[in-house]
Each structure stands twice: as structure tokens, then as C-alpha cells.
């Protein structure tokens, strides 16, 4: 069997698969799911070599004084700790938030001058996503990869889902920022995927093509090839 859809991300992955419910949804919006992530996290976080990029180290930030681009982190990571004290836990999934926040503002602005300065403070967040992915990745290395069967994902989901995800074959309902997700763990994507839901079943094992836009059926004894872009 092989389903079609619309690439989002390229590179292809052979892996076993995994379909993200309702329910497995309802729980990554319950603080209690991320104590464990985010006591991994401050671990990295207390290492005398860890440091995330700062908005002035950002390539093509156009904004030349200092000041600004302090006042800019500081208006990124309040909105951080925002949502952090509203859910109590989930530093991965809140920055995934703010990003969104400050990229469908972008969207919908009309002023110029205002749409570059959401800009800024999406490109700060996605910086420091990147850190924060970087570190799961390194850590769960070695850990069995799977593919995501979703009908529909966001941002903040797609990103604080287990580890180690090598791939997102996801269906009509599509979040624009799928794309940000798999760039920032180099792995493929699909969208647009019909029935996917339906036919998750016989899709135990599956070979998912970011270039082509397909996934398809496999057997267990085809796995053995990696993540490649």
C-alpha cells in the first residue's frame, strides 16, 4: 500500500510507526507529561558548556542596536514564562507556543515595522528550539526511532511528542508550521495524507519519502536504513 500526499520536508525513513490519538494529544497538553523532559533539559541546562544563541548572534537580524535586541529577548522569554506558569510545566512546549504566537501575529499584522520585529522574536525562539531539540536528540540517540501517523498536529505538539521521531506522516489537517518541526530535527514529511487514520493499521512498518510525498507498507525485515536527507 502506498498512500500520497504533499512533501513538506525532504529526506526518507524506513521505521516503525506510530499513530498519535486524541487522547495521546490531550495528554501533551497536561503539565504532568513534561516533569520528566524538563528535568532532562535542566540538567543540560546546569552544564558549564551548553549556551544558547542569543537574537544578536542571529544571521540577518536587521536590528543594529543592543538595546533593542535585549528588549526583544526579554519580551520572548516572558511570553515563555506566560505560558509556563499558566501550565506548570512544558519548557519545550512553550517556547513551541510563543513561536507560534509571535508567527501567526506576523501573519495578520499590517505594519511593516511590526511584522519584522515579530520576525525577530520567531527567529530568537526557533534558535532556541533548536538548542533545546538538539539536546533530546543527542540524548535518545540509540533510542528506537518511529514514524508519526497523525490526522493532525500543531506546533507545540509536534515537537514535544517522544523521542526519537525520524519522520511526520500527517493527514488533511495540516498546522503551516510542520515545516519548522522536521527542519529543526532533520527528518521527512508528508501532509495531505487521506485515510490515514483508517489505514494506520496496516502501517505497522513504513517507508516515508519527503521528496516524493509518499508512505508506504513495508515489511519489519526492510527496516535497517536510517534518517537521510
Same mark, same amino acid.
Given at each position: 500500500?502506498?498512500?500520497?500526499?504533499?512533501?513538506?520536508?525532504?529526506?526518507?525513513?524506513?521505521?516503525?510507526?506510530?499513530?498519535?490519538?486524541?487522547?495521546?494529544?490531550?495528554?501533551?497538553?497536561?503539565?504532568?507529561?513534561?516533569?520528566?523532559?524538563?528535568?532532562?533539559?535542566?540538567?543540560?541546562?546546569?552544564?558549564?558548556?551548553?549556551?544558547?544563541?542569543?537574537?544578536?548572534?542571529?544571521?540577518?537580524?536587521?536590528?543594529?542596536?543592543?538595546?533593542?535586541? #535585549?528588549? $526583544?529577548?526579554?519580551?520572548?522569554?516572558?511570553?515563555?514564562? /506566560?505560558? %509556563? @506558569?499558566?501550565?506548570? &510545566?512544558?519548557?519545550? !512546549?512553550?517556547?513551541?507556543?510563543?513561536?507560534?504566537?509571535?508567527?501567526?501575529?506576523?501573519?495578520?499584522?499590517?505594519?511593516?515595522?511590526?511584522?519584522?520585529?515579530?520576525?525577530?522574536?520567531?527567529?530568537?525562539?526557533?534558535?532556541?528550539?533548536?538548542?533545546?531539540?538538539?539536546?533530546?536528540?543527542?540524548?535518545?540517540?540509540?533510542?528506537?526511532?518511529?514514524?508519526?501517523?497523525?490526522?493532525?498536529?500543531?506546533?507545540?505538539?509536534?515537537?514535544?511528542?517522544?523521542?526519537?521521531?525520524?519522520?511526520?506522516?500527517?493527514?488533511?489537517?495540516?498546522?503551516?508550521?510542520?515545516?519548522?518541526? #522536521?527542519? $529543526?530535527?532533520?527528518?521527512?514529511?508528508?501532509?495531505?495524507? /487521506?485515510? %490515514? @487514520?483508517?489505514?494506520? &493499521?496496516?502501517?505497522? !512498518?513504513?517507508?516515508?519519502?519527503?521528496?516524493?510525498?509518499?508512505?508506504?507498507?513495508?515489511?519489519?525485515?526492510?527496516?535497517?536504513?536510517?534518517?537521510?536527507?
Amino acid at each position: 500500500m502506498i498512500l500520497r500526499g504533499r512533501p513538506i520536508h525532504p529526506g526518507v525513513s524506513q521505521a516503525p510507526t506510530r499513530l498519535i490519538t486524541p487522547h495521546d494529544l490531550a495528554d501533551l497538553h497536561h503539565a504532568r507529561y513534561h516533569v520528566e523532559s524538563d528535568q532532562e533539559l535542566q540538567e543540560i541546562f546546569r552544564r558549564p558548556d551548553f549556551r544558547m544563541r542569543s537574537l544578536s548572534e542571529l544571521r540577518g537580524a536587521p536590528l543594529d542596536n543592543p538595546d533593542e535586541h #535585549a528588549l $526583544l529577548e526579554v519580551t520572548f522569554w516572558s511570553a515563555v514564562n /506566560e505560558v %509556563l @506558569e499558566s501550565r506548570g &510545566s512544558g519548557i519545550i !512546549f512553550s517556547v513551541a507556543s510563543v513561536i507560534s504566537r509571535y508567527l501567526r501575529s506576523a501573519v495578520f499584522s499590517l505594519h511593516p515595522e511590526s511584522q519584522e520585529e515579530y520576525r525577530c522574536l520567531a527567529e530568537l525562539g526557533k534558535s532556541v528550539l533548536a538548542s533545546l531539540l538538539r539536546f533530546r536528540k543527542s540524548k535518545y540517540a540509540t533510542s528506537p526511532g518511529y514514524i508519526v501517523l497523525a490526522t493532525s498536529l500543531n506546533l507545540q505538539e509536534e515537537v514535544s511528542l517522544p523521542p526519537r521521531i525520524v519522520g511526520y506522516a500527517i493527514g488533511t489537517g495540516v498546522d503551516q508550521k510542520l515545516r519548522i518541526a #522536521a527542519e $529543526l530535527l532533520e527528518v521527512p514529511a508528508v501532509t495531505g495524507l /487521506e485515510a %490515514l @487514520e483508517e489505514k494506520a &493499521s496496516a502501517l505497522r !512498518f513504513a517507508r516515508l519519502d519527503g521528496v516524493a510525498g509518499t508512505l508506504e507498507e513495508i515489511s519489519e525485515s526492510d527496516l535497517g536504513s536510517t534518517t537521510r536527507p
